[in-house]
């Protein structure tokens, strides 16, 4: 079997962590082997960088470089792995979640995001030097599209806030844009889900969308 890999992008109480699970459950009864990692985040160094970028003050090219740095050691030690193993890897953010928080609603380069991408996540996957590099990239990222509003008032009593989650609701404004940018340059990789719905017909979505892809049977 291909490996697959499958990002879930959005606003933090846009409800990804319950539908990666049960998407999870989906693969695994389909007898797949299911490898269920974060951003930044997934190795122990990446980990630590994640404490860094989410809760020390800096400023966004900091920001950038250190979600790119954890980046490389989760590709490395994670992601390329379990894809060569054939196993589906689903992902709790990736780099949409970077030009989308650090490049809009950080106002960081979108041009130098772009440049750092293509140094960290380019790869020749036959191991010819005369062929072009391919970026890792998923080969489905699943947007939950929720307002700044709604989702603030999701979060209002969950948990002590991060340094994002803290941020005015223009921030988060900004990062939906960010987000919409993104999927209209690579909308064949995007499906969009309306998050402001029950958690079933959300789910609903999620499922046809992964469906339609043909990475589950319909």
């Not at 490389?72 to 390329?80: E, T």
Request: with cysteine; proline share 6%.
């Amino acid at each position: 079997m291909n490996g697959l890999f499958i990002s879930f992008e959005g606003i933090d109480g846009a409800g990804k962590s319950t539908h990666i699970e049960r998407l999870a459950n989906a693969f695994k009864a389909q007898g797949r082997e299911v490898t269920l990692t974060r951003e930044p985040g997934g190795t122990p160094l990446a980990e630590q960088l994640r404490k860094m970028v989410l809760n020390d003050p800096m400023d966004a090219m900091t920001e950038a470089l250190l979600v790119f740095a954890a980046r490389r050691d989760h590709i490395n030690q994670v992601i390329l792995p379990a894809l060569a193993r054939g196993e589906v890897l689903l992902c709790d953010r990736f780099t949409d979640a970077t030009f989308a928080y650090q490049g809009a609603g950080r106002g960081f380069d979108w041009q130098v995001l772009t440049e750092l991408e293509a140094w960290v996540q380019g790869r020749d996957p036959q191991g010819d030097p005369s062929q072009a590099k391919q970026l890792v990239q998923p080969d489905l990222t699943i947007w939950f599209d929720l307002s700044a509003n709604i989702a603030a008032q999701r979060l209002a009593s969950a948990r002590v806030p991060d340094k994002f989650e803290s941020q005015p609701l223009a921030f988060f404004e900004k990062v939906a844009a960010g987000y919409a940018r993104r999927m209209a340059a690579d909308p064949a990789r995007f499906a969009r889900i309306n998050a402001d719905q029950t958690p079933e017909a959300v789910w609903q979505d999620v499922d046809q969308a992964v469906r339609h892809k043909g990475l589950l049977p319909c």
